[in-house]
């Protein structure tokens, strides 16, 4: 990987921040990012081409509808889905666990009726469950982890009960960088006749996605975090599945045809896109799986997994560092915190040294009691980092450690 010409495709990297260049951004499990290839085609869309889709009869419109669906399939091929019929496009990974929460929850889910979900999840793959748990008295069941940050196994398959409806887990955890084994974890669901969500919200930027190798019945992911726009994400489902599910929203789009009487749904996969959709930011993403699929998602996954075990080797080597998660197969973030230096004094000095970390709960309070602790601080990794900024961030930390 030419790291040099992959930096100069993100003029943000040279960003001098407190006097500090350039800028060492580690945030990327937040939000990654953009390359000029994405910005740039976002602008060309607007200046040249921009009317709403679906609708037009004229030049424009038909024009727009056709790049939005080419983006459609871009999304399809990089995931490897059956058909662009199982492709939602959604504001992002919260949007698509939501709707699946609120369509599978209506259609399919009784009082008393379980959903699995684990310590690790985001809050948005709690919470959304919460909201169907109190519409419609369900339950959420809940995978217990080990105390080095990976999942009970053994726990989750006693679980299931007669009453389990779906289960809904993180492929990688954004605190604990676990990478969770989906595989095992989809099968034995499937065992149980028992679909899966899988939350790809931290996985997709970091390595291959193919669905039907996966076999999950439900995949989400956000454009932000993979150098796409903010505001758009995918929620892939598989056809037989999405097809038995009510629409999300009502409105424009999603409807064959309206009366006060009688109102008929729209095919695949737009009884599921209510309203005019984002589709600039559709074109933006399908820049951003051209950019990082030019590249290589398996050399993507090797620098980035070569970038986290140097940093966890010298992030050991400072005093008192304690690392959260597994030790090994650890994705590109990276929990810790030193000595007993708060999180948020840690993230706002390295910020004055020009270094963007993250700093808190990470949206994941369930997974903090269960640390015991109120927060961490966070190095997450993408593309276009270095060993040197990883060298950087050790010495930031060793000097804040000094300071304390
Ligand atoms: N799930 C996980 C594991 C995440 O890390 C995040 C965001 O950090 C989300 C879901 C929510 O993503 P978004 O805010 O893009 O909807």
């Known amino acids: 990987m030419n ?24 945030d990327n499990g937040a939000t990654t990012q953009k390359p000029r290839q ?12 921009n009317a709403n889709v679906h609708r037009g009869v004229h030049f424009l419109s038909q024009q727009a509808t056709e790049m939005h669906e080419q983006s459609r399939e871009t999304v399809r091929r990089f995931i490897n889905a059956r058909s662009t019929n199982e492709i939602i496009f959604t504001r992002g990974t919260t949007e698509s666990i939501n709707l699946v929460a609120s369509c ?40 217990p982890i080990t105390d080095d940050g990976r999942l009970c196994m053994d726990a989750y398959e006693q679980l299931f009960t007669e009453h389990t409806k779906l289960v809904s887990v993180a492929h990688v955890s954004n605190v604990l960088g676990t990478i969770n084994p989906v595989g095992d974890i989809i099968r034995i669901a499937h065992d149980h006749g028992v ?15 193919d669905v039907q190798q996966l076999d999950c019945d439900f995949f989400a992911f956000s454009g932000h975090k993979i150098y796409g726009p903010t505001g ?15 629409p999300y929203m009502g409105g424009g789009e999603m409807i064959q045809s309206v009366s006060f009487e009688h109102t008929t749904y729209n095919e695949l996969p737009f009884k599921f896109e209510a309203g005019t959709p984002d589709y600039v930011a559709t074109t933006g993403l399908a820049r951003a799986l051209d950019y990082v ?25 400072i005093e008192g560092m304690h690392i959260f998660g597994p030790m090994d197969d ?28 993250r700093t808190g709960h990470h949206c994941a309070e369930p997974l903090m009691h269960r640390l015991g602790i109120q927060g961490t601080a966070r190095a997450s990794f993408a593309l276009y980092n270095t060993r040197e900024e990883i060298d950087a961030l050790v010495s930031a930390i060793e000097r804040v450690r000094r300071m304390f």
């Open 3 to 26: 790291l040099s010409s992959i930096r100069e495709d993100f003029p943000i990297l040279q960003r001098t921040i407190y006097k500090k260049y350039p800028l060492v951004y580690l």
């Open 38 to 49: 994405v910005v740039e085609a976002m602008s060309e869309e607007y200046y040249n081409v």
């Open 104 to 143: 599978f929850g209506d259609a399919m889910m009784q009082e008393g009726d379980e959903v699995i979900v684990s310590e690790m999840e985001h809050h948005s793959n709690i919470v959304s469950w919460q909201l169907v748990a109190a519409r419609k008295g369900i339950r959420l069941r809940v995978i």
């Open 195 to 209: 679909p899966v969500l899988i939350d790809g919200a931290q996985s997709t930027p970091h390595m291959a996605i």
């Open 232 to 246: 758009i994400g995918v929620l892939y489902g598989k056809e037989e599945w999405l097809d038995r599910l009510p």
């Open 293 to 317: 699929s030019a590249i290589g998602m398996d050399r993507i996954e090797a620098h980035e997994r070569d970038l986290t075990r140097y940093a966890m080797e010298r992030m050991m080597e």
């Open 330 to 357: 650890h994705d590109a973030v990276i929990s810790f915190q030193v000595g007993n230096i708060h999180h948020l004094d840690l993230g706002t000095l390295l910020d004055r040294l020009g270094i963007a970390i």
